[in-house]
């Protein structure tokens, strides 16, 4: 259970939603390990496929193709059955903490049902809600009081406690600070961090806010339509982003310098997944874009420390 | 001095509430320039889409409003229901933060843009359906004669914001308010959208206000910020100084809490404590419990904007951030 070790492994996976009777690929072949005591960031635009990936990695949505092993375990897709024992180290925060919570319960049951479900007492329950509140930056007072008295920074807190209950290994976060403040964002990435930091628990957080990924992820993967085009470091992939849409991506932030400068702008709309374009599914809009692009499917291959799923900045980096 | 073409003076909004009525806004005064950005930050609760709504008489029902709201020398807040229906989109037009909701889903885009035009330009049929067209081009909407035949919910999120930009600028206003316009979408489709306001206060003379928490969205196209804490205007100016030079400690701590580019790895600096909600303002200087400079005074005396540096106004009498100080 050491820190470094992989928690989560996802190969080959593939979701498929059905739309007027076709079938949708939203994730496409998307291969991904997750680390304990690290923080792997996943970014792209709506509709990239980045939360049906997460959903996946929980059992939340079926897989079309492809396995996800957590503990060296299969997850399986929830169903009618009970979920097995062993998948109670995975679990998932959810984006909106306004929605997520029971508002008919008091904040200390809601975290209690965490231990209880696991086969703990009641009194145990409420020890650990204790315990588990202060970890999170709240007082112990708070397991009194419903969910509604407190801020939206305040409740993805209790959400964060509430899935901690269950003694997790593993946590998808999806979007877990894009419905909150300015102040309370910084403080819910900050307090994802030090959970991590230093722990055996591995995290998966995802975000389109870019910036936020940079600061606390250790590895970043980029999606677009349902693929990886670029993985790595992150400190590798944003201070030197070698897929042309990283680029572009990391381009479109704005800084918040007073420099006063506009940001770039990546013309177009992702296409629609029911019908990707052929080829390398960035070409319409790649300023770098060739011929070949339009034909060969982009496989990763490792360029400049990280992966990338572009074979024109492969081949020019292996020439020059 | 040249008359601002709104100029926003003392204004107050009261809501009520279970426990009475409570100042969304308190005493704020701004002005803006024909074919100026200007910019109004703040958390929620910090009463900028309140500011927002007064200029267009949209406040919820009940609202106490005084002050004086000014475009181009006619006080809005004395007009009736029936004279402030010429100026609402003609003169004053607003963007939300969701194109969702302030597109109707069951009319086609064409006859959403159409209307606009032939209610406050007067222009018939075929000539607004020209227009709209070529409104549609401008924001970079592909196909327009396709578009304009559309529903909202055929276009992404981008598109739709860009068509609700497309219905704001239909009767040609001369002030564009923008509340979050891009919030809710990618930085990629942001950055469209950011050039698009750019140019077309550069192209068109028309005024923008901004309103958005995202000092970044900031930075790349407001010539000038106002900051807002509690319905109060904390520090206004030029929005290069405020974000190199922030001199109201509440102004530094939203730039500190931002995620750095050139400090990947670094913890976020948070603000302590949450804004205070409606009616639980403290007294003094509403900042006071939140802020790590506060002195005694801070507690006991309303701090009043005052003009510290040209066109720079500061509600902080103890100004802590002072260079030398």
């Known amino acids: 259970m050491s820190s470094g070790e992989t928690v989560l492994e996802l190969a080959g996976v593939a979701v498929e939603y059905g739309r007027r009777g076709q079938r949708v690929r939203a994730v496409d072949g998307v291969s991904l390990t997750v680390a304990r005591g690290q923080i792997t960031g996943l970014v792209g635009e709506s509709g990239c496929g980045k939360s049906s990936l997460a959903r996946a990695a929980v059992g939340l949505e079926p897989l079309a193709a492809g396995t996800v092993t957590f503990e060296g375990r299969p997850v399986t897709p929830l169903s009618r059955r009970r979920r097995p024992e062993y998948l109670r180290g995975l679990q998932m925060v959810f984006q909106d903490p306004y929605e997520s919570l029971n508002p008919r319960r008091k904040v200390g049951e809601i975290i209690a049902d965490g231990v209880t479900l696991g086969g703990g007492s009641h009194a145990d329950g409420l020890a650990r809600a204790a315990e588990l509140l202060d970890r999170v930056g709240l007082p112990a007072s708070a397991a009194d009081s419903y969910p509604h008295e407190f801020s939206g920074g305040q409740r993805q807190r209790i959400a964060i406690a509430r899935t901690l209950a269950a003694g997790p290994a593993c946590l998808i976060a999806d979007e877990p600070i894009s419905a909150l403040d300015a102040s309370a964002q910084a403080q819910i990435a900050n307090l994802l961090g030090e959970l991590v930091s230093g722990s055996s628990l591995g995290l998966v957080l995802v975000s389109h806010d870019l910036s936020v990924v940079r600061q606390v992820a250790h590895r970043v993967a980029v999606m677009y339509l349902g693929r990886i085009v670029e993985i790595g470091d992150t400190e590798t992939v944003w201070s030197n982003p070698r897929h042309p849409y990283t680029e572009a991506l990391v381009a479109a932030i704005p800084r918040a310098d007073g420099a006063g400068v506009l940001p770039a702008d990546l013309p177009g709309d992702v296409p629609d997944p029911a019908s990707p374009p052929s080829g390398c599914r960035f070409h319409p809009r790649c300023p770098i874009a060739q011929d070949s692009c339009r034909e060969h499917d982009q496989r990763l291959a490792p360029v400049a420390g990280r992966e990338i799923a572009c074979e024109v900045r492969a081949t020019v980096k292996a020439g020059s | ?325």
């Open chain 2, 1 to 325: 001095m040249t008359e601002a073409l709104l100029r926003v003076e003392r204004l107050s909004v009261a809501l009520p509430t279970r426990s009475g009525y409570h100042h969304a806004v308190d005493d704020l005064s701004f002005a803006v320039d024909a074919g100026e950005i200007m910019g109004i930050a703040g958390e929620s609760g910090s009463g900028k889409t309140m500011t927002a709504l007064s200029l267009f008489g949209l406040l919820p029902p009940g609202a106490q409003v005084t002050g004086s709201i000014r475009l181009d020398g006619t006080e809005l807040t004395a007009l009736s229901t029936r004279q402030l229906r010429a100026v609402r989109g003609r003169q004053i037009a607003m963007v939300s933060q969701d194109p969702a909701t302030s597109l109707h889903p069951i009319l086609p885009v064409g006859t959403q843009l159409t209307e606009h035009m032939r209610y406050h330009l007067g222009v018939d049929k075929a000539e607004a359906r020209l227009r709209a067209a070529a409104l549609l081009e401008t924001v970079r909407i592909p196909d327009p004669e396709r578009a304009l035949r559309a529903y909202p919910g055929q276009f992404s999120g981008g598109m739709r914001q860009r068509i609700a930009i497309a219905v704001a600028l239909a009767a040609e206003p001369r002030l564009l308010v923008a509340d979050e316009p891009t919030t809710a979408l990618d930085v990629t489709v942001q950055a469209g959208i950011l050039r698009l306001l750019d140019r077309l206060c550069r192209e068109r003379g028309m005024a923008v206000i901004v309103i958005t928490h995202d000092l970044g969205v900031m930075s790349a196209i407001a010539g000038r910020l106002a900051v807002m804490y509690a319905g109060r205007l904390a520090e206004a100016g030029p929005t290069a100084e405020l974000l190199t030079r922030p001199r109201h400690p509440y102004t530094r701590g939203l730039l500190d809490a931002l995620p750095h580019p050139e400090r990947g790895g670094t913890p976020l600096v948070p603000i302590g404590g949450s804004p205070p909600s409606l009616g639980q303002v403290p007294d003094g200087c509403p900042f006071h419990p939140r802020c790590k400079y506060a002195e005694a005074s801070c507690a006991a005396e309303r701090p009043e904007p005052v003009t510290v540096d040209a066109g720079h106004l500061l509600a902080c009498p103890p100004d802590p951030l002072k260079v030398g100080a």
